[in-house]
């Protein structure tokens, strides 16, 4: 009986895991960014502003903020990463919030889908799911645009980076997915990855900026802390030198 409840409790708990693995898919591969590369997040940042902000707006973030975080100029933001224009026609600001140009209803229309806004999917997709996402894209007659994803069953995102990547099929047989270079792009599979690593590094920071400031942070907490001992020490002594 023990054994039966403890087998039906495993179930239990087991349940929403293979309900959300549900569908032929692929493993995740690890995304192994590091937060505190800023050469990475810089070049991730000038992906997303090439390839992506057509569609995705980062909107819980400011360009100057993450200028600030990446070590970006004034300058450096307004000749390379606003590309949008306020009512009045004029640059957008670098004041301003990371919107984009495409109405929704446009995105709608064209992709069945509007484009989400990206500022929080690293964290409730996580990096490892955003990294093979990326590469996981292949060619299916079946899809409107002839694209389907193997993480992102019949995914509305054309596969916008196809010109780097070249493009994959999927060869796995009886409904299992095993995709297979059938096209190549002008990067090979290892510049690809590094290039998808870095765009997802910066998913990562957008995220969670706050998160950089933590690390630094936490250098000047211990060196209190240290300090701080360092001092209680001295004070002991200056007491109990009297006792002894
Ligand atoms: C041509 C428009 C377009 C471009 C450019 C584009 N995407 Fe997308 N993207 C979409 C659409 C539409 C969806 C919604 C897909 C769906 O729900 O089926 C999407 C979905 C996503 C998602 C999944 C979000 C979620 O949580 O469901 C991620 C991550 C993503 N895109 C990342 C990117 C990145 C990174 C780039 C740049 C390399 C990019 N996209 C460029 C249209 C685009």
Redesign the pocket.
Known sequence: MKKMMTLVFMLACAAPTAALAAGPSLPLDRANIDMSDTASLQRGAE??FQ??I???SIQFKRYNRMGRDLGLTDDQLREQFIHTRDPSGDQTGVGELIKIAMKPDD?EEW?G????D?SL?AR??GTDW?YT??RSFYLDDSRPMGVNNAI?E?????H??WELQGWQANVGEDGNIKLEQVAEGKLTTEEYDEVVRD?TNF?AYVADPVKMERHELGKWVLLFLAFFTFLAYLLKREYWRDVH
């Open positions: 992906h997303f390839y992506c057509g569609c995705h995105a992709f889908q509007p484009a989400p990206l999917t409730l997709r955003i996402t990326l992102f019949a995914m509305s995102m054309p916008v980076l765009i998913l």
